[in-house]
């Protein structure tokens, strides 16, 4: 198994906190991503990063940040939590650009209140 | 742009029948297709791939063949089991930085 874990894996918060997740590979891959899964809408990309300190929006990346300081650690931040963003985390990473599969971490579930 | 359309569950089978989950997309260029399986409680797990046209990924007895000209990358089975049971996605990538494309998800439940 790619080694990828996210912490914390369960978080309850109040609407208008702030709220880091944390991503954290040994694999040494150039791509991360973060996701948000919900009923119905299956995975959408938040944000990506192409290496240290290169990130990108994804399609649902309103209330997000994200940042790269190492290229093992991927954070995603909520500036200001909605009960709009209550879900289901994953990060996932990848080798290259070049047709490579990604690579999931277990998952972290957010509930704001 | 990039989408993908995949049949709506749950879909209900018995031990030992055919499955088969559809699942069409809509790529700009030349994308690769993916089936990824997720058990209750846990990530993703990359069941399948296919590269180009005509290609067919297998795994597990499970098979998908990329088909271009009717955009389908449809998942099948000849013969399910109770371990089975999981949600199933389809997905396609482009070499834009390797970003995905997600399905909404189809559950499968199969009863002994």
């Known amino acids: 198994d790619a080694g990828i874990t996210q912490s914390p894996r369960h978080k309850v918060t109040e609407t208008g906190t702030p709220v880091t997740l944390r991503c954290h590979q040994t694999e040494n891959h150039r791509y991360m991503y973060w996701y948000r899964q919900d009923p119905g809408h299956g995975l959408r990309l938040i944000h990506y990063s192409y290496g240290v300190k290169d990130t990108d929006k994804g399609e649902v990346s309103d209330g997000y940040s994200v940042s790269r300081s190492k290229t093992e650690d991927f954070l995603l931040t909520l500036e200001s939590a909605t009960s709009s963003q209550t879900s289901v985390y994953f990060c996932?990473?990848?080798?290259?650009?070049?047709?490579?599969?990604?690579?999931f971490g277990p998952g972290t579930r957010l509930t704001v209140l | 742009g990039n989408s993908v359309t995949q049949m709506e569950g749950p879909v209900t089978l018995s031990e030992e029948a055919f499955l088969t989950i559809n699942c069409t997309y809509t790529?700009?260029?030349?994308?690769?297709l993916f089936w990824y399986v997720q058990y209750p409680g846990e990530g993703l797990q990359l069941l399948l791939k296919?590269?180009?046209?005509?290609d067919k990924g297998s795994n597990k007895g499970f098979e998908a063949t990329y088909r271009k000209e009717t955009t389908s990358f449809h998942l099948e089975k000849g013969s399910v089991q109770v371990s089975d049971s999981a949600v199933y996605f389809c997905a396609l990538s482009d070499r834009n930085f390797n970003k995905f494309y997600f399905g909404s998800g189809t559950k499968l439940n199969v009863k002994p």
């Open positions: 790529a700009t260029g030349y994308p690769s």
């Open positions: 296919a590269t180009k046209a005509d």
């Open positions: 996932a990473i990848s080798e290259s650009a070049d047709y490579n599969e990604q690579f």
